[in-house]
Structures are given as structure tokens and as C-alpha cells.
């Protein structure tokens, strides 16, 4: 079994930044999708952001904002994908998840709040 375990969170003004970090127990995320999606509210979750080999992907509501990326461990044992949060709004609070995803495995992070006052 795989853990996501993703840090970061915290209450910020508008116009701030956060930086969430997602570390997996074992090296998964050379393989599949990797992402952070949220979850606001009253609301479904939704992709706020994807990596795989050589692409990306952002929801249109976060483009230009946020940045999705990826680093590997020296030893290649454990393995962090971030998501750099900038002019961050109102809108964007929610609880945001990290995911791997690939052919015979789904993971998700406990998420983490992400809280934005105006």
C-alpha cells in the first residue's frame, strides 16, 4: 500500500501564496498521472492540476497562477510532486488532494485545507 502524505496548507490573504507539497511512500510517480485536485463546499472535486511525462495540465481557472511539479529523491526512494500557488483568491479555498493515478492504481492524500480571505 501506497501513502500520499501532502503539507502546505494554511490560511493566506488574498493575493498570497502557498506552497502544498505531496510525498509518497515509494517511488509511484515515475509511472501514471499525477495530480491535485479540490474540493470546495457543497461541491464536487475537481482537477486543479496534472503531470505525466513531458505534459501538463491545468484547470482554466488556475492557469497563469498555479504550477505543478515534480522532484525525484537521490536515492529515488521517495518522491515529491508540488504545487506552487500564486495570486491566490478567495475561490480557490478548499480542501486540496493529492492523486496517483496509473494502470492498476489510484491513490489519494488525506488533502489538506487551503484557506483564502479577501
Known amino acids: 500500500q501506497v501513502q500520499l502524505v501532502e503539507s502546505g496548507g494554511g490560511l493566506v490573504q488574498a493575493g498570497g501564496s502557498l506552497r502544498l507539497s505531496c510525498a509518497a511512500s515509494?517511488?509511484?510517480?515515475?509511472?501514471?498521472?499525477m495530480g491535485w485536485y479540490r474540493q470546495a463546499p457543497g461541491k464536487q472535486r475537481e482537477l486543479v492540476a496534472a503531470?505525466?511525462?513531458?505534459?501538463?495540465?491545468?484547470?482554466?481557472s488556475v492557469k497563469g497562477r498555479f504550477t505543478i511539479s515534480f522532484t525525484i529523491s537521490r536515492d529515488n526512494a521517495k518522491n515529491t510532486v508540488a504545487l506552487q500557488m500564486n495570486s491566490l483568491k478567495p475561490e480557490d479555498t478548499a480542501v486540496y488532494y493529492c492523486?496517483?493515478?496509473?494502470?492498476?492504481?489510484?491513490?489519494w492524500g488525506q488533502g489538506t485545507q487551503v484557506t483564502v480571505s479577501s
Open positions: 492523486n496517483a493515478m496509473g494502470p492498476d492504481y489510484n491513490y
Open positions: 515509494r517511488s509511484i510517480f515515475s509511472r501514471g498521472v
Open positions: 503531470l505525466t511525462t513531458g505534459r501538463t495540465n491545468y484547470a482554466d
